[in-house]
């Protein structure tokens, strides 16, 4: 038998949503990194996990990728997905 198939929805701080889906997945959490880059420009980057713990397990793989990519600034956000 099938999975039913979901459609998922990340409403972030700013106002940004996110609608993922359909899927089976069994997504719960929607995470979105915006990354200040030089000369004023913007990279986002963003994913979805199966546990709170896996998607704040993210934010220490961004502050890495800060130091190395060599951003002035970036912001992480996790927030849960809602069922459409």
Known sequence: MAKRKR???ATMADGYVKTIGPTASAFTHYWRIV???TGGRTEVFWG???SLREATGKQAA???AAQQRGWHRYE???VELEEL
């Open 7 to 9: 459609m998922l929805r």
């Open 62 to 64: 961004a502050a890495e």
């Open 76 to 78: 992480f956000e996790v």
């Open 48 to 50: 979805h996990t199966k």
């Open 35 to 37: 990354a200040q880059l």
